[in-house]
């Protein structure tokens, strides 16, 4: 008998993201991610976004995605 899980199909896309949240400004999302439990982080990030507007709030149209690429650079690193 097998054991573990079964290989997920399909094209893994990985991204690393670096966040900088500061007390007093963003308490919620540190208390939210204190709360998630260890090896958790990537499961609750997806969650939130799955049940959040986050991805309805990113809907641009034409006219906005240079203001919108030019907002993104300045807070999201990728490594």
Known sequence: MARGRKPKQGICHKYEIKLYLWE????DLIAFFKGLPKGKRAAGIRMALRS???????????DEDEEMDFDLNDFITFG
């Open 24 to 27: 007093g400004e963003d308490d």
């Open 52 to 62: 959040g507007d986050a991805l309805a709030n990113l809907q641009v149209t034409d």
